[in-house]
C-alpha cells in the first residue's frame, strides 16, 4: 500500500466562531495553523481565506498571498487554493478562479452543482471547462471534488475529452446534508467507477469523519481532516487547532500499518514529480 497522505482543511469559508471557536480567521492564523498541521503530519493544506471584517470565505487574491508566501517560505507543503467562494453565493467565474495566479500546485475543481448550504451551489458545465482550461495553463493539477456519483462521471468524461488530465485526483465529499452519505455502502458505490490509474482521498463531514478516514486507510486511499469539515476531535470535545485533528488520524494510521507521506512522497504519488 501506498503511504498516507494527509491534506488539513483549515478554515473553510462559513463557519462562524459562535459555532467554532477555536477556527483560524485571519490569514495569519490561518498560514500558523497550516504549519501546525505540517509538522503534526499533513502534506497538503486545502486553504480558503476570510474577509477579517464578516469572518466569512472571500477570493481575494491578497488575502491568499498573504497566506501562501510564509507556507511557500517555512514549509514544503503542497497547496491547495479553493475555487468555490463561499458555495451557494456562486461569485463570478473570474473571480472564483483568481487564486490560480499564484500557481498553487493544487486547487479545489468541485466536478458539478449541488444544493449546498441551503442554496444551490453551481458548478456549471461552462465554469468547469474555464477552470480547467485555466488550471492546465497555469500547471495546477485539479483536486477534483466529488460530492456524488455524476461528479465523478462528469470529471472522467472531461478527461475523455480532453480537458483534463489523467491521472486524475479525486477528493470525496461524504456526508453533506444534500450529498451522497457518509456510509461504507455509499462511499464503495463511488470507489468503484474511479478510472484504475487515479488517486483519491475522502473527507467525512462531521460525525463521518473516522468512518471515512478508515475506509480510505483499507483501500489504499488518502484522507482529508480538519476544521473546515469536523469541528471536534472526539465526541463532544470541540479540537482546539486543526493539528490536534491531524495528530488523531496520524496515530490511527500508524496503528493500523501505514505509513505517513512527506510532501515529497505526496508529489510522487500523486503523478505531480
Known sequence: MDKVIITAAITGSRMTRDVAPHIPITPEEIATSAIETWQAGASIVHLHVRDPETGLGSQDPELFRRVVEPLREKTDLILSLTTSGIPGRNLPTEERLAPLALKPELASFDAGSINLGGRVFANSPEFLDEAARMMREAGVKPEIEVFDLGMLVTAVRMRDEGKLDDPLHFQFVLGTPWGAPATP??????????????????????????????????LDGHIRVGMEDNIYVDRGVLAKTNAELVERVVRICRAYGRDIATPAEARKILGMG
Open 185 to 218: 455502502k455509499s462511499f464503495l458505490h463511488l470507489h468503484e467507477h474511479l478510472p484504475a490509474d487515479a488517486t483519491w482521498s475522502t473527507i467525512g463531514i462531521g460525525r463521518g469523519s473516522l468512518p471515512m478516514a478508515m475506509m480510505a486507510l483499507i
